[in-house]
């Protein structure tokens, strides 16, 4: 069993960058997929980032953030980690983590989310 916390958020202007953690309880995190989410108001949650399991070398990106955000994880801190820059308007969301294990598409775990504003 893992559970998920998320940190980092804030406000930032357009063009800026943050750092998103999500660190994980238990000693199972290496054998998790994790995923970053976010959902705007009055959108649905949509799709961020993946990272894959054990040493995470296969990650994947929504289009929308393809080349300004960077999904990495350090298994020795139970932590992964989404770098965003060129913040945009569009990006303010509450972002949340998730974890899907091994290979699986479901994600069965997830925080509680962070929010992050980015103002124009």
Same mark, same amino acid.
């Given at each position: ?5 998320? %940190? ?12 998103? %953690? ?37 990650? %994947? @990106? ?22 965003? %820059?060129?913040?945009? @308007? ?31």
């Amino acid at each position: 069993q893992v559970q998920l916390e998320e %940190s980092g958020g804030g406000l930032v202007q357009a063009g800026g960058s943050l750092r998103l %953690s999500c660190t994980a309880s238990g000693r199972t995190f290496s054998s998790y997929a994790m995923g970053w989410f976010r959902q705007a108001p009055g959108k649905e949650r949509e799709f961020v980032a993946r990272i894959s399991w054990g040493a995470g070398s296969k990650t %994947s @990106y929504a289009d929308s953030v393809k080349g300004r955000f960077t999904i990495s994880r350090d298994n020795t801190k139970n932590t992964v980690y989404l770098q965003m %820059s060129s913040l945009e @308007y569009d990006d303010t969301a509450v972002y949340y983590c998730a974890a899907a294990l091994g290979a699986s598409s479901t994600y069965e775990k997830w925080g509680q989310g962070t929010q992050v504003t980015v103002s124009s």
